[in-house]
């Protein structure tokens, strides 16, 4: 099932705003969460746990916490929930990056000069966080 388009009949939207999603420019409309723009652009893993497992949405209201992404702006990087963070103009948002290393306090640097998907570390153990 794909789930890469929007409802425009009659609808009001703010204005058109441009972020980064895994490295990959993607138009958004300001006042859409990440979670939305993710589904737009067919991405379902929001992050792996230790044991290596993709995690998504599930809720999409805040309560499971397991459609966490990291979102880098400005300088500042953290973890955000999807379903209730509003997506702004110039996020870098990266999914598929290993939550474990966050708990851990251990977590590697992403460098965005780079494909996001092997700036992750992955850890060696089979149970999830």
Sequence with gaps: MQMSSRANNKVSRGDPIELVIDG????AFAGETI??????????SCYRTRGDRPRMM????????????RVTQNADSRWVLACVTPAQANMRIDTN???SHWIAGTEPTIDHDVNPSTASTKGGENNDV
């Design 35 to 44: 979670a939305a723009v993710l589904l737009l652009q067919d991405k379902t």
């Design 58 to 69: 599930f809720c999409n209201m805040g309560v499971c916490f397991e459609c966490r992404v």
């Design 24 to 27: 990959q420019t993607v138009s």
């Design 97 to 99: 990056v290993d939550l």
